[in-house]
């Protein structure tokens, strides 16, 4: 599997800081960011349209070259004829969020394939009862939503902003005019909604019969990686991997209180698993990891087999 070509590795702390890649990005939207456009404040502020639907959020004009930028950095867009990618790039707008606004509100048809372009945004949901899952942190270079912008159907779970985030919208309209015309594109996305059903059907597979240790150890391993949707080995390497998942975060993840989620990376701590400093976590031995991940149950055959590629890859590297 292709990694990205930046390695993203992120430290958190009350504000949860950027990376070095982010803040080289973050710094040419510096004179946007400080700019509230008039009446919109924060919270429950007048809402700015896209695609005729109401929405939060900021609409940042004038941004043509960072809609390209970041879309060039996109694996997914990689392959694509330069004419189709100047069609979404032309229809594309740049959005700003703040901290815990809804990118795409849970419940709610999708009406543009979102791809960030710095800060990160999780994929949750609160129910009336007050009940509040989430199911992964999503970052960088990566076309989200894509698989309710294929069927137009509700989604599940929203994106809510973790922190300020800038994000390039593609108008659903637009995208599937473009995918539909080139038999190529379509087989692509095909392929990538098939992929991210195997994603689904794992992730339903850890919540109805993993353990804990083993769910909190899955979601190490994913949430270390380049980005939650690309797994690779660069990143399982012989240094440690920090990331910006919080206890809390884990805990939304998990279902289960963030006192159980510091009993769980404490008992990984003394086994030489991870690494705890502060807020921060880090991956010690991902050999161990990995053991941690398969120890109680059986997993899915598609990551019983990755797992033992990383495993031989990990082994020959260290032998190297």
Known sequence: MRSLPRRFLMCVNAGLQKSPETEEISGRFAPVHNRKSPGIGSGNRQAAAFGGRSRLGTRLSGQSNIIASTLAQVLFF????AEAMNVLQNAAELWRYDKGEALIPAGQNVDAVIVLATGSVTNDRTWPNGKH??????????????????????????????????????????????????????????????NQLRHEMIAVQMKTVFSLRCQLALYIFYHAQTSFHTITTDEMSTETVPMDVTQDEFAAM???????VNRLMKEMEQEGIIYRRGRLV??????????????DEPLAPELRAFIAEQRDQLAGRNKG
């Open 254 to 260: 998990l279902g289960c209180s963030r006192q159980k």
């Open 282 to 295: 880090e991956i010690a031995d991902p050999l161990l990891l990995m053991d941690a991940m398969e120890e």
């Open 133 to 194: 899952m989430m199911t992964a942190v999503l970052r960088t270079h990566w076309p989200l939503k894509i698989h309710a912008v294929w069927d137009g159907l509700e989604v599940p779970y929203g994106l809510t902003a973790r922190e300020e985030c800038v994000a390039v919208l593609i108008p659903r309209s637009t995208f599937l005019e473009v995918v539909n015309k080139d038999s190529n594109l379509l087989i692509q996305m095909m392929n990538l909604v098939c």
């Open 78 to 81: 990689s392959s694509w004829p």
